[in-house]
């Protein structure tokens, strides 16, 4: 797919700073453009590769002033990082799509599924009795529905997902590979031989609308009542969620987070890789949570943005973070102290 600087930054809304008429094919990253590449600079730490990169375009904010030539093409724009989504959106709509169209015969459904018109079915898929597969949803192959699941208008689902049995998924959803939605929660009662016994886990997984799951990422279904996503969360790959928690909506997961049982996660909330959340817990609307924080209480304030391990007040934990490494010194110089305080101590 290609367009010239103008017309994207047409597109865009933006201003075109150099050769409008220069055509562009791919999006790339700055320090890899190359000819017929658009790149984008957001982030301050990338500015020199501005000065060097091979991209014939650059996105750049309206009010970036360079301190050397720019070799590509600038087109202006509000907010880069919104420039390119829409630009990377618009590139995905022509990226190679799954292939499959109908229901392949290499695909087992069972007679008491209800498939609707317009769906999708790759070979070695399977869609067990009661299970609902609503209008125009794609299961690319080797995808398991179970018992009385549901799958949602337009969703979209890759190889190897496990959806069990009566979860739900809503519409527009996205499942990657290998993705489990609906796997018993890990609930086990300690006896007094030392062995445990195992509670049934009798509820579901519901997956509201336009969410997004990665790859590996597993739900756990409630022990009773749901396991709750609402509307356009998006998580990242290798997420485990555990039973009974309910992520509020437009919260962002990214990888290798692991929520315990029964955790309510506000809207909004943003979460980085490997950060632990005790269960029990309620993190509040629009809180951020910096990666590899442990998060072991609730957290009540909206908007707090939280780090380290255990979790605290983000600018605390930067003060904090910045006396670590002096502790030898301090303990060095407390001892000095402390000798010539007490010389008559061995």
Known sequence: MQF???????????????DPNVEINRPAKIEEGG??????FANPKYE??????????ILVGRDFVPDKPVPATMIRVDNVYAAIAALLEEYGKHAPKPENEGISSLAFIHPGALI???????PFSVVEKGARIARGARLVS??????DAEVGEETLIYPGVKVYHQCRIGRRCVLH???????????????????????AQIGNVVLEDDVEIGANTVIDRATMGSTLIRKGVKIDNLVQVAHNVEIGAHTAIAAQ??????TRIGEQVQIGGQAGFAGHIRIADR??????????????KDGMIIGGAPAMGYREFLKASALFKLLPEMEKRLRMLEAKSNPEKP
């Open 177 to 199: 590979a290998n993705a489990v939605v609906g796997s018993d929660g890990f609930g086990f009662s300690p006896k007094e031989d030392g062995s445990y016994q195992k509670i």
């Open 48 to 57: 020199p590769y501005v000065y060097t990169t091979n991209a014939s375009a």
């Open 287 to 300: 809180v951020k949570v910096q990666g590899q924080s442990g998060v072991l209480g609730s957290v009540e």
């Open 116 to 122: 609707e018109e317009g769906v999708s079915i790759g």
């Open 257 to 262: 987070v692991g929520i315990a049982g029964s």
């Open 35 to 40: 000819h017929g590449a658009i790149t984008f």
């Open 4 to 18: 010239t600087a103008g017309q994207i930054a047409q597109f865009l809304g933006g201003i075109v700073e150099g």
């Open 142 to 147: 080797q995808v398991y529905i179970g018992p």
